[in-house]
């Protein structure tokens, strides 16, 4: 027991370290990092025969996750790079629409978007946007609104999040059941959340950005945008064909890489951007990366330790009533917003033995969007921290926990008049 309450108490040292941020001016990759390796230390002090398969199954989940926000990133610079955003932008700013209707259409987009490609990847995407038109206080709770509605829309998707794939494929639910009962309850929480949000936001005149005349695409650009949209879509295509995600949305960016160069070599203006593709693949964000490797090591280490698997096992109990499955989900949920939603899942996996389709969906729902509640409790959060410096920890505490907290429990009231009355 020793090694496993040791762990505990150096994750929580880490955890405040991060939450201290601002205060402490120390980068919260370096205390990611730090905590992770710390905690695998005691890993291998406390048993180092089982190092091999549980960093082996780690080292797999972390690869994959990271390459794939590598690979989101980079497609999301050369769709910035081919100035995709600025007509965008420009294109809103025909509606002269004002800071409130605007950031209701980020809503719907994160929400919408992150049913169809995934919550980390809307994110990406919508966040980069939203910085050319909101500032200040604005921009913060922009990032958080894109954050919660990506989230909620990634639920309800069986390819919207990384732990609707996981209890997709171990088929705890069909791809029409997760859509079919977990869209109210998304909805529900994207819409309250939203609202609460809303009354945050302030229609300061300064915040529109100007009107400004942008050049359309050429030929050659157009065809360049359509490619790297395309792969986004690659991790459908890859799990289709029963590939790990990660795998599609390489194979896009290698498609889109190679289209990029091809064109750059038979046009001298047209398709050319002011930086190559070496320099724009570097401008992605590597501080954040290692911010997120850096969790997810120390939450893996967590769970070789054995201390996960001692929370699950509590949280549900020994008979895994209905009852007792229900309230374990919900405190899942809660606690997904502290630590990872993805081996939490995978315990959940292991663990739970209920048959009842239901359970499993509002599985989905709790770790999917409990993890709202802190910024470092979700892939959204943790890549909105680092694309918007000025989002830290507190700040999206501040703005965000209440909103998370009420959006939270009345998407698990929708889930429950929904299962009593139709499934």
């Known amino acids: 027991m020793l090694f496993p309450i040791l762990g505990s108490i150096v994750f929580i040292i880490g955890y405040i370290g991060i939450a201290m941020e601002h205060k402490t001016h120390i980068n919260k990759s370096a205390w990611a990092l730090f905590t992770g390796g710390f905690l695998w230390l005691l890993v291998a002090l406390n048993d180092y025969s089982v190092i091999e398969d549980k960093m082996m199954h780690a080292g797999y989940e972390i690869f994959s996750i990271t390459l794939f926000l590598l690979a989101a990133m980079s497609l999301v610079e050369i769709l910035i790079a081919c100035g995709v955003f600025d007509l965008l932008r420009q ?18 987009l994160a929400f919408f978007l992150s049913g169809i490609i995934d ?42 999040d990384i732990t609707t794939i996981m209890l997709w ?51 050659g650009r157009k065809i360049i945008v359509a ?24 194979f896009g960016l290698g498609l889109t890489w190679l289209l990029v160069d091809f064109l750059h070599a038979r046009d001298t203006k047209e398709t ?10 570097q401008k992605t964000d590597i501080s954040s990366i290692k911010f997120f490797v850096g969790i997810l090591l120390a939450v893996s280490a967590l769970e070789a330790l054995g201390v996960l698997g001692a929370i699950s096992g509590y949280i549900y109990g020994a008979d895994q009533e209905t009852s007792r499955v229900i309230i374990g989900n919900v405190v899942m949920g809660m606690i997904s917003s502290i630590l ?51 989002l830290t920890f507190k700040k999206y505490f501040q703005i965000a926990f209440i909103p998370a907290l009420i959006s939270y429990f009345v998407g698990i009231t929708v889930w429950w008049i929904q299962t009593t009355l139709f499934f």
């Not at 490619?227 to 390489?250: C, E, N, R, W």
């Not at 050319?272 to 693949?281: A, D, Q, R, T, V």
């Not at 802190?374 to 959060?381: K, T």
């Open 272 to 281: 050319k951007f002011s930086e190559g593709m070496e320099e724009l693949l």
């Open 227 to 250: 490619v790297t949209l395309l792969s986004f879509f690659m991790p459908i295509a890859a799990k289709a064909l029963h590939l790990p995600p990660v795998s599609g949305i390489l």
């Open 119 to 160: 919550n980390l990847t809307a994110t990406i995407i919508l966040l980069q946007i939203a910085r050319k038109f909101f500032k200040a206080e604005n921009l913060l709770v922009a990032a958080v609104g894109v954050v919660l509605a990506a989230n909620a829309g990634g639920a309800f998707s069986p390819i919207g």
């Open 340 to 390: 990872d939603n993805i081996p939490l899942t995978a315990i959940a996996i292991n663990i739970l033995e209920a048959g009842d389709t239901n359970l499993w969906v509002l599985l989905a729902i709790c770790v999917g969007t409990g993890g709202s509640l802190l910024s470092i409790g979700s892939a959204a959060g943790v890549v909105a921290m680092g694309i918007i410096k000025e």
């Open 91 to 108: 294109k809103m700013l025909t509606y002269n629409l004002d800071n409130k209707k605007q950031f209701l259409i980020f809503l719907i």
């Open 169 to 219: 494929i171990a088929g705890k639910f069909s791809a029409w059941e997760i859509i079919s009962r977990g869209f109210l309850p998304s909805l529900a929480i994207f819409m309250v959340a939203g609202l609460l949000l809303m009354r945050k936001m302030q229609n300061a005149d300064d915040d529109t950005p100007p009107s400004e005349q942008v050049a359309t695409l050429s030929v």
